[in-house]
């Protein structure tokens, strides 16, 4: 076995920021964290944890769905490791109950296989309200069935983590009980319910919602609706800090509300690490332009967007590097119980470089350093 030691100007380890410190590597496993020696010349930068992104839609070209088995999954992980992901959670939004089959048995044979960077599966939908469908095919939605939860449950036992979209109106506390029981992660989202429905979803297990502000019951103050139980709650929320998807104003108020409940989620889709203009989904046109991502009538349909440039918008918007850098690392990585997000002794060294600008120059999960896809 080969040890080696890594230092950079500031060390983040997935909670704090810290100066003058190495990284000791066992082969590619984290040994320990310790006082920089002399002679170890550190990188200019921040050393860091690869994030860990719970919503992605698709890379690489390709978008989670009929067509995804094991190697799809495995082309999607990559494109996102040579993107800052030390691990991702594919997702699959609102589709048919045989591409939902399909779906969980690709992630379980890539499970199988230990597939880089695939940390379980995220099913966004079919359990929705349509009226926030957002741009998911309102068809294809429709209430949580016993065979959909059982077929949820069976899953589970052979997933590393899995997580599930629904809205209260789709599904019944008594069926938010048992998926959490089973030890699948309920996020609230797609959701047009009131404030008291939100809570009695969260009083039954559901851990936290869906990016935040988008397609759901927005807060009004006498209607807070399910931005209300968030901002008011313990849930956690993700949320996507791209400045399209939420007001910068709106992104300081959940900070402040919600200090460490929120973690930064990319919502990319198949153009991600690719020069594509446009792709298909569900049989209609999404068209890439200027950072965005819409249907042809404008409604936002996933987005654009690199979790490095996620941190500079919440840094923008109030938060602190270290807080910004948590909630695209241990935060996400916390909440579905994976083992990333952090530099910590036993680890995988999946680790990232980012500039004083929290821009990312470096990626290593192997022997070297490399370059980010452009």
């Known amino acids: 076995m080969t040890l080696q030691t890594l230092a950079a100007t500031t060390l983040f380890d997935g909670a704090q920021l810290l100066d003058d410190m190495a990284v000791i590597l066992r082969d590619r496993v984290i040994e320990a964290i310790v006082p920089r020696p002399a002679g170890v010349v550190p990188m200019p930068g921040i050393l860091a944890p690869g994030f860990v992104d719970l919503q992605v839609n698709g890379g690489a070209g390709l978008m989670v769905g009929a067509g995804t088995d094991a190697a799809a999954l495995a082309r999607i992980c990559a494109v996102h490791r040579d993107l800052g992901c030390a691990g991702i959670l594919p997702t699959l939004i609102t589709d048919g109950p045989e591409v939902t089959a399909r779906v969980l048995a690709a992630g379980i044979a890539a499970a199988r296989v230990d597939t880089p960077g695939f940390l379980g599966l995220h099913l966004e939908g079919p359990h929705l309200d349509p009226r926030r469908a957002g741009a998911h095919d309102a068809a294809l939605i429709r209430p949580m069935t016993d065979a959909d939860m059982a077929a949820l449950i069976a899953a589970r036992a052979d997933l590393p983590a899995l997580m599930v979209t629904l809205a209260p109106e789709a599904a019944t506390p008594a069926q938010i009980a048992a998926l959490t029981a089973a030890g699948i992660i309920v996020s609230l989202g797609h959701s047009d319910c009131t404030l008291d429905q939100a809570q009695a979803a969260f009083a ?57 409940g929120l973690f930064l989620v990319s919502d990319c889709m198949a153009v991600a690490g690719t020069t594509l203009t446009e792709f298909p989904l569900q049989g209609r046109r999404i068209l890439r332009r200027d950072g965005r991502l819409t249907l042809a009538d404008g409604t936002l349909a996933g987005a654009d967007l690199r979790l490095d440039r996620a941190v500079r918008v919440a840094v923008a918007a109030g938060a602190g590097p270290a807080q910004a850098l948590a909630m695209a690392t241990s935060v996400p990585a916390d909440l579905i119980g994976a083992k990333a997000g952090r530099i910590a002794p036993g680890q995988a060294a999946d680790l990232i470089l980012l500039d004083a600008d929290l821009h990312l120059t470096g990626i290593r999960d192997g022997a070297g350093w490399r370059a980010p896809r452009a």
């Open 204 to 260: 039954s297990g559901a851990r936290c919602a869906t990016h935040l502000f988008n397609a759901m019951s927005p807060l009004g103050h006498r209607q807070p609706g399910l931005v209300g139980a968030v901002l008011s709650g313990d849930a956690q929320a993700g949320i996507i800090a791209d400045g399209t998807h939420v007001d910068p104003a709106a992104l300081r108020i959940a900070l402040r509300a919600r200090p460490g």
